[in-house]
């Protein structure tokens, strides 16, 4: 019923070869893949832990800023040796494109407990007062107010 002659068991060797090595190189490359994933996950979680570690900041000013396409800011704090915090945010949000410019002040007033600062925050932005409760995560080179990081700068007087 079945009749092979050489050139079919060639054939079908080489097709046999080629799946083989198809389905190693597809798994070879998928477990790369993987790897090279789980080691980027890795280094990002490592990166977030040394972020978020919780240090104690020495009492005295600091100063961080940001500055984006459509966001700019400054703040300004004081942190007591008691841990109590103080300080001010000003912020440009714009919008060339759109021809869109409006400006925001932030006063706050907290408690730092590891790299956690909560804040009582009022923010004045055009004709309107709001008051707010945060969280923010404050390192020796960051204010994390949400979803803005401030990086640290000299401050000026």
């Not at 002659?5 to 389905?23: D, E």
């Not at 972020?51 to 984006?68: M, R």
């Not at 790299?115 to 009582?120: G, R, S």
Request: charged content about 20%.
């Amino acid at each position: 019923m079945f009749a092979f002659n050489l050139s079919n068991i060639k054939l079908f060797s080489i097709v046999t070869a080629l799946l083989l090595t198809n389905t190693f190189l597809a798994e070879s490359a998928s477990s790369a893949s993987n790897k090279l994933n789980t080691n980027k996950n890795q280094q990002a979680q490592t990166a977030a832990i040394k972020a978020t570690k919780p240090q104690t900041l020495k009492a005295g000013k600091y100063c961080f800023k940001i500055e984006t396409k459509t966001f700019s800011g400054e703040a300004r704090l004081t942190v007591k040796a008691n841990k109590n915090v103080t300080g001010n945010i000003e912020i440009g949000i714009h919008d060339e494109s759109e021809g869109y410019y409006t400006s925001a002040d932030q006063s706050f007033t907290g408690k730092l407990t590891g790299n956690k600062l909560k804040v009582q925050v009022v923010t004045k932005i055009e004709y309107d007062t709001q008051r707010t409760q945060e969280t923010w995560t404050l390192t020796k080179n960051s204010l994390i107010t949400g979803q803005k990081t401030f990086n640290k700068v000299t401050c000026s007087n």
